[in-house]
């Protein structure tokens, strides 16, 4: 008997099933497809997370961590198993499984964070884990369909492997640039469910004419589990008006005040707005910034304004309002949040406001030397901190604009050991010759009776003396009871801390998030 030699006849071994129907183009298809469809499960489950976890490395760390290890499954037992099993059985419940779950994912997490926040982790886990391993399957799978003799291994195996890489690059992209800015997160979902399950009911259709095996009968109970997603999701918690880039966003009336609206973003209330009387600031931490900048300058003074981040563009507003001529210039990242402003909260006519979409911190680079009196920074979330302008290297570009008498401004939201606010107030010490920081007594050491729970604090920063007395008569008229540290209170409170810089910035570790059992 004579060895194999690798001719095109020789088969792979005896009973390898034939690719009967599954020709390269359909094996291409349903590789690419699959391959595609894991990115774009994992970068929407970011976007679901994000509200309830943050926007944060670790979130992003855990969720790419989880896709992996899914992949990792998926390819290992997709190929043992049809070793085993006739891999034409497996093709449509590998589909057909992980469309129902993807369908079923928004309206399961969004629901899990409301009623059962203690086990959110472990669910969302399931919702990347399942989907992503069935999907993996489908390269091995349709690699040993294809496989039909040891002289076509090379290259039907590196053929598809590319394909399905290939995929993986076109549902990243496609669900980044184009998706998520076009279509809600739990659409997305939705419509990868039902596209999944159509593919397991052709699958099903197709393997009624292959030879010998039985069909996939699934289809049906799997298509009433995606409609019951799409039911559910118009039903679950975190519901929002517009799905923006970044967020999930809702303008809320106040049912005690007509022009009041309050911008929701990702269930948190971000801004209050009063649509007739932008003077009207409801919220503790902008009267604060307030106060600062009314003791800091010359009352009705005009000022050049730069502000890193605009959410409700309430204090912009109130600057136009008190002081006539003010320019302001917004950076704001999410222009789906500029639309809302525009849309509902009255931004056209507002004068001296100048918004532009873009990074905070690259705004600030495009921004002339000396060239604001004021810049503030409102970027900073309850859940979730870009980390590129807290350091050093951002407070020089914010130090850089600023004039000889300027000053810096900036709210921010720390609980527990309050560990990134401490880093922050260091960071700015780095760079600033007078830095202050307002809060509750308990939250900057003044009170050492009260226990510190954290919440908004604001910071300020100049390299001229602010007038602090003035500054705390400003904050008692408005009856925020909230107090200034600074010198040896601000140091001893300090502590320890190290600046941030753009090569060491751990804030995602740093932060600790709001939970009903941290504080306020």
Known sequence: MSPVTGSSSSPVAEGTPHNDGLGPRTAAVLVFGSSAAVLVVEIVALRLLAPYLGLTLETSTMVIGIALTAIAVGSWMGGRIADQVDPRRLLGPSLGVSGAVVALTPAVLRGTAEWAPAVLLLIASMTILVPGTLLSAVTPI?????????????TVVGRLSGVGTVGAIVGTVLTGFVLVSRLPVSGILIGLGTLLVA???????????????PGWRGTPALTLVVVAGGLATTVAPGSCDTETRYHCARVVADPDRDSGRTLVLDGLRHSYVDLDDPTFLEFEYVRAIASVVDAAFPEGEPLAAHHVGGGGLTFPRYLAATRPGTRSLVSEIDGGVVRIDRDQLGLGSA??????????????RRLDAGSRDLVVGDAFGGVSVPWHLTTVEAMTDVRRVLDEDGLYVANLIDHGGLAFARAEAATLREMFEHVALVGEPADIGLDPTATALGGNLV????????DLGATQKALDARQTG?????????????????????????????LQPYSPGNGR
């Open 482 to 510: 909230w107090k200034i540290a600074t010198g040896d209170d601000l140091t001893s409170w300090i502590g320890d801390a190290r600046p941030l810089t753009d090569d060491y910035a751990p804030v995602d570790q740093l």
């Open 199 to 213: 593919g397991s009911a052709l699958i099903e259709w197709r393997t009624r004419g292959w030879r010998r095996t």
């Open 351 to 364: 004068a001296g406001i100048d918004v532009r979409v873009e990074d905070g911190r690259l705004g600030l």
């Open 142 to 154: 349709v690699t040993k369909l294809r496989l039909t003799s040891l002289a076509e291994t090379g």
């Open 459 to 466: 910071v300020i920063a100049s390299d001229r003396p602010v």
